[in-house]
């Protein structure tokens, strides 16, 4: 009678050890299973891209308008900041090498259609001291600025974060930049009797004119191969200036300049090939 007892105690201390030793084991295997997945590799930025763009931009133009008619005298000058405010669109060409974990050096060029103008109406008028009344001489300068299109050429240097890249950028920027019209001078001298003298002068300058340019931006990778940027720059294309001689007996002169700079707030969509 004590015999089956002892016999029911072995077999469940058997059962129950047995039990134990399947649970470790599963445990084990588990533990080991995740020991040997290799971790998910790193996200590199090296290698060569191609993407798009599109944005807006703040320009502006600081024109200088200056007529002289020195038998008179009389001299009509301006100078102002025209806003050529518009949506930009492009594309962009670059190579990144990442190096030290997480340094990344770049180089980029990108071209963009720019679409910036800007038209404006200059009025100058005066009495003359011939005449009773008054003679009155009246000179008006109708004009654009504008900026075709632009490009540049940059160096990028950033942190990558993994999938985020944070960098500054600067370089070269050159862009298709003019400003052009007509001066108009009126002369009224009937009230001495000399009669009226009109006298109209086109102007136009116009060339590929190259500057700098100096940003920052932020771009995060969407897949692999994908990747997305918001990018703000500032480009100053330097200044274009003429001299123009009108056709008249008094030996007028004129002189136009424009001095064209830029804000430009963009979002752009990159391939990389990997």
């Known amino acids: 009678m004590g015999t089956l007892p002892r016999v029911r105690r072995s077999i469940w201390r058997v059962s129950g050890l047995a039990t134990l030793l399947v649970g470790a084991s599963t445990q084990l295997a588990v533990v080991h299973a995740f020991a040997a997945s290799p971790a998910p590799a790193a996200y590199s930025w090296t290698g060569f891209y191609v993407g798009a763009n599109l944005g807006y931009g703040w320009a502006n133009a600081d024109d200088n308008v200056v007529f002289v008619d020195p038998l008179l005298p009389f001299t009509a000058a301006h100078s102002q900041i025209d806003e050529l405010d518009r949506i930009i669109g ?22 963009q259609s720019s679409g910036a103008r800007r038209d404006e109406m200059l009025v100058d008028f005066v009495d003359l001291p011939f005449g009773v009344p008054p003679d009155t001489e009246k000179v008006t300068t ?19 974060w993994d999938r985020r890249l944070f960098y500054a950028t600067g370089g070269l920027a050159y862009g298709r930049i003019s400003i052009s019209g007509t001066t108009t001078e009126v002369t009224d001298l009937t009230n001495t009797g000399a009669g009226i003298f009109t006298s109209t002068t086109p102007f136009g300058v116009t060339r590929t004119a190259a500057g700098w340019t100096l940003g920052a931006g932020i771009e995060s990778a969407l897949a692999d191969s994908w990747t997305w940027k918001l990018e703000y720059l ?41």
């Open 234 to 274: 500032y480009v100053d294309l330097g200044s274009i200036a003429g001299n123009f001689t009108p056709q008249t007996f008094g030996g007028e002169t004129l002189t136009v300049k424009s001095r064209f700079n830029d804000n430009i707030l963009r979002a752009g969509l990159d391939y990389r090939f990997k």
């Open 142 to 160: 109708n004009y654009e600025s504008k900026a075709s299109w632009f490009g540049t050429v940059r160096g990028r240097i950033g942190y990558a």
């Open 90 to 111: 492009g594309g962009q060409v670059g190579y990144n090498w990442q190096f030290n974990s997480n340094a990344v050096l770049g180089l980029e060029a990108d071209w």
